[in-house]
């Protein structure tokens, strides 16, 4: 600022010394009096300087005022650049962190069936290799066909059912209008995941997990619910339900932070998640 400050006082001064000049020329040769000695000049030159000093100071202000506003620019652009890298970055990190959890769970629950059902644990081998090809070739984007994420939600309530059998009521309603919308990769199964996890087992007590999603004008509707009982300790407030629950928080803040509505509602042993999400119609991020 000092170096700044010095440069543009001495540009102000070299602009006005050299309008004088110009000035002190015009006005004495319009009146056709050139002196021969440069002191008689002076009254002249100082006038003009003085007069210079104004206009000067606007032109060098100008200038200044141009090229502040064009490294503004520069600056602002590089700064929306380093805030897309830095989003992108945490949330690479966050889906990192959801999709080993859900890899782990699947092969947790296909490790047990091998003890007792060969067959069904071969089917959850099929299921789990469409899994782990949706997240391998499409988790990868910022934003994946909303059709082909229903198909990886179904996949997973279908294991959860298969593993749980007639120990819990599982009920799925899915519709989906619009085929060419788009939502994030994996953003909805940290929901999913706490229903199955935290559902109510008791002995002498049927569990149930119901699922809703409803795409429709350009919305998503996503509701799910589940019993749970205070014994097992169910996490009953916002943002306590590990860390699936605490990142899908962040990722919506961050992807969506003015096309979302959460709410979360725990009580009389039902927990309900309710969702509403405004779709993309395209996949650029």
């Known amino acids: 600022m000092k170096t700044f400050l010095i440069q543009a006082t001495g540009v102000i001064l070299l602009l006005s010394f050299i309008y004088s000049l110009i000035f002190t020329y015009i006005e004495l040769n319009s009146k056709n009096q050139l002196p021969a000695d440069f002191v008689d000049h002076l009254p002249f030159l100082w006038k003009g300087f003085y007069l210079a000093l104004p206009a000067s100071f606007l032109i060098n202000g100008s200038a200044c005022g141009i090229k502040f506003y064009q490294e503004h620019g520069r600056i602002e652009r590089d700064h929306i650049l380093l805030q897309q890298a830095h989003l992108e970055n945490q949330l690479k990190l966050l889906q990192d962190q959801i999709n080993p959890h859900v890899v782990f769970n699947i ?3 296909i490790h047990i069936l091998m003890r007792t059902d060969t067959k069904l644990a071969d089917y959850l081998l099929l299921k789990f290799s469409d899994i782990l090809r949706y997240q391998l070739y499409h988790c990868s984007q910022n934003l994946v066909p909303l059709d082909k994420d229903i198909e990886h939600l179904r996949n997973l309530v279908e294991v959860e059912k298969l593993r749980w059998g007639n120990e819990l009521e599982v009920s799925a309603e899915w519709s989906i209008e619009n085929k060419k919308s ?22 002498g007590h049927k569990g149930y997990v119901k699922i809703f999603c409803m795409e429709k004008n350009g919305f998503l509707l996503f509701n799910v619910e589940n019993c749970y009982s205070n014994i097992a300790g169910y996490p009953k ?24 509505e959460l709410n979360i509602e725990s009580g009389n042993e039902v927990y309900k998640v309710s969702l509403t999400l405004q779709l993309s119609d395209n996949n650029e991020s």
């Open 237 to 260: 407030k916002e943002g306590s339900g590990g860390i699936g629950l605490q990142n899908v928080q962040k990722r919506l803040k961050l992807q969506y932070p003015d096309a979302h």
């Open 107 to 109: 092969l947790n629950h």
């Open 182 to 203: 788009f939502i994030a990769p994996l953003l909805l199964v940290p929901f999913i995941e706490n229903a199955f996890k935290y559902v109510c087992r008791l002995p």
